[in-house]
């Protein structure tokens, strides 16, 4: 039985959020269209930032916004977000791979 308005009134703020964050939504298991070779580039880039590299954090930045945007286009319709999917998925295709693995030490000098 879902909680009562006084019961989340009452919950931890991170707790309630979480709480709401999990409910189920009618989009939830609508697939968005991204072509694979993107979607790999997307993860490598992420891996990179997490992994250290540190060239690549706008990278990060920029590929987080293109998932929120597409998802954002793709299952609600809307179309005025600025810069549009298709923008961030073309500076996404223009960026180079991360290498792969941790970033390499550098030489003391």
């Not at 931890?12 to 968005?32: M, T």
């Not at 990278?59 to 793709?74: D, I, M, P, W």
Request: charged residues 25%; negative net charge.
């Amino acid at each position: 039985m879902p909680p009562t308005e006084d019961e989340l009134d009452a919950m931890d703020p991170a707790e309630r959020r979480q709480h709401i964050l999990n409910q189920p939504q009618p989009h939830d298991d609508l697939p968005i269209a991204i072509p694979a070779k993107r979607l790999m580039k997307v993860a490598a880039i992420l891996d990179a930032t997490l992994q250290g590299h540190e060239l690549y954090r706008a990278s990060a930045y920029r590929c987080l916004q293109y998932l929120r945007v597409e998802e954002t286009e793709q299952v609600h319709g809307i179309g005025v977000i600025q810069p549009p999917a298709r923008e961030l998925a073309a500076e996404i295709d223009r960026l180079p791979w991360p290498a792969p693995g941790p970033p390499r030490t550098q030489p003391d000098i």
